[in-house]
């Protein structure tokens, strides 16, 4: 039975009356064999081409599924590991978009803010798009350029990017065509494919 033929069975056993479309126990799984590793995926998140680790995500999801885990034994997990940048990151992703849970952004927004306050560079990113957007919060073009800023030193091309934005609509800072390119053109050299356009 090849990967596509699992998903479609996991798909046709999950249906959306079954309430089963949750992931669970996922720290019980062996991250480390799935690649690339979190370092690989730091510095080229949004460049890379991520079909095949979201593809290894989407089986790992159904497979653990299948295993018949408990959606309390997830939440339980995440409450009780709230030390961790990524676990507290994920729990707000989670509340953010609605897995296993009803969708809370401004649940979402607090454990964004304290993963981004332990320097989690993904929730960064992420808060300064609720702020952008207005997303579960006040729109705040400040704290977002903020943001913007901090993940453009640690050389984050998406961070790159929007920082650009920030100084092309004078969100959070004064208007500076001069900065919005320098940015662009800096996210693009550093491998980002989504700033052509700017």
């Known amino acids: 039975m090849n990967d596509n033929t699992k998903v479609q069975d996991a798909y046709k056993y ?32 949004f460049e890379e081409d991520l079909s095949d680790v979201i593809d290894k995500l989407v089986n790992l999801y159904f497979e653990e599924t ?3 885990k408990e959606e309390r034994e997830r ?7 709230q030390t961790s940048s990524n676990s507290i990151y994920l729990f707000g992703y989670f509340n953010y978009h609605g897995i296993g849970t009803d969708i809370n952004k401004q649940i979402a927004l607090g454990l964004y803010q304290k993963a981004a306050e ?12 609720m702020y952008l957007y207005g997303a579960g919060t006040d729109k705040n073009y400040n ?4 943001l913007l800023e901090k993940l453009s030193r640690r050389k984050h091309t998406y961070g790159m990017k929007w920082l650009g934005h920030c100084y092309k609509f004078g ?5 500076n ?20 356009n700017n």
């Open 66 to 68: 299948n295993k018949g």
């Open 14 to 45: 999950y249906q959306p009356d079954n309430n089963y479309l949750e992931l669970s126990n996922f720290y019980k799984v062996n991250v480390m064999e799935i690649k690339p590793t979190t370092q690989d995926i730091n510095e080229n998140i």
């Open 177 to 196: 065509m001069d900065k919005a390119t320098y940015w662009y053109k800096k996210s693009s050299s550093l491998g980002s494919k989504y700033v052509l």
């Open 118 to 129: 332990l320097e989690n560079f993904v929730a960064q990113f992420d808060l300064a798009c």
């Open 171 to 175: 969100y959070g800072t004064v208007k």
């Open 143 to 146: 704290k977002a350029f903020k």
């Open 75 to 81: 939440k339980k997990f995440l409450l009780n590991n």
